[in-house]
């Protein structure tokens, strides 16, 4: 197991796992082809129906074995599989969380039909009883909070629902696009399952690496990654993604890079702009308290700081 560990395999993920005895993943993370049509470096995304959905079952099954016992499995696929992936899960046994609906700006445009704007992502567990759920680390303010002033709400926040439209697909204009892979996933929507379904120290796994997404936010996050892709360019490329991403160092001088991080993520979350938080007293409360049950480490953030922070972001 350790000779795959932080690393990216070049090779088909049903053969490179397939040979894996023991589970060592604690969460895994699938954005596999969605058999459309796309021309990918080394795959031409356009096969069978029949071969696409046993090719499906083949690799699920694989991520299932590798999975330990309380692990989480996410799937992200489009319309013409989902139901098919929903229906090899209940074979296998795995437990249905939540299927959740990635709503997204910049969707694809057509001529004769509602234009697409988003993805299924489903959340599964192999044991419906004993898992991982960080919720405080994804929870948000609610509407009692910041619009209604409802002493009855939750000081902690709210746990957000299974439509998640706070993270636009990445397009070419985007700082955060490599520029080199046709189907780039945000980084903050990734950073949002890290966070909730693993820990620190823990082993996440990406079957279909691609633009290596996965593997740098678990870099960020403090977590073990795998990935496994198909083409070596990919490989590469991934490589020096990852390379970049060495010794970070934080550009503020009151909070170093992890809290950097989660500032960005939870201002991600809320969707409220900069200039509104740091204007207004309560939100700008409320976006602390978030942020602070987030880190849960004691630390008592000063709105200055925070402000400060929010203020370089705003740059």
């Keep these: 197991m350790q000779k795959l560990l932080n690393r990216i395999i070049c090779g088909d993920c049903i053969e490179v796992l397939g040979k894996v005895r023991e589970p060592f993943a604690d969460l895994i993370f699938a954005d596999p082809p969605f058999n459309i049509g796309y021309k990918y470096d ?47 899960a209940d074979e296998l046994g795995l437990f249905t969380r939540n299927w959740i609906i990635w709503h997204y700006t910049f969707g694809q445009q057509t001529k004769n039909k509602f234009a697409r704007a988003h993805t299924h992502i489903f959340y599964f567990v192999r044991d419906k009883n004993s898992f991982t759920f960080n919720d405080n680390t994804v929870r948000v303010p609610s509407d009692r909070q910041l619009v209604y002033n409802d002493r009855r709400a939750n000081a902690a926040g709210k746990i957000p629902d299974d439509v998640w439209d706070e993270y636009s697909r990445v397009c070419g204009t985007f700082k955060e696009r490599t ?35 996965t593997a740098a936010v678990a870099k960020q996050m403090g977590r073990n990654y795998v990935g496994i892709e198909i083409s070596d360019k990919y490989v590469e ?79």
């Design 42 to 88: 080394k795959y031409y995304d356009k096969v069978k129906k029949k071969n696409y959905i046993a090719w499906t079952k083949d690799w699920m099954t694989v991520c299932k074995k590798v999975l330990k016992a309380h692990g989480s499995f996410y799937i992200a696929i489009g319309d013409e599989y989902a139901a098919n992936v929903k229906v090899i």
């Design 179 to 213: 520029g080199w892979h046709p189907c780039q996933m945000p980084e903050n929507l990734l950073k949002r399952i890290t966070a909730a379904s693993s820990n620190p120290g823990e082993c996440v796994l990406d079957p279909f690496c691609g633009s290596a997404t």
């Design 237 to 315: 490329k991934a490589n020096k993604r990852l390379a970049k991403l060495e010794n970070p160092q934080s550009v503020n001088l009151f909070f170093n890079a992890t809290e950097l991080s989660e500032i960005k993520r939870l201002l991600s979350d809320v969707k409220i702009p900069i200039k509104e938080i740091t204007a207004d007293k309560n939100t700008l409360k409320l976006f602390i308290n978030q942020f602070a049950v987030r880190m849960n480490n004691r630390k008592k953030y000063r709105s200055e700081k925070i402000i400060a922070a929010l203020e370089d972001l705003g740059d």
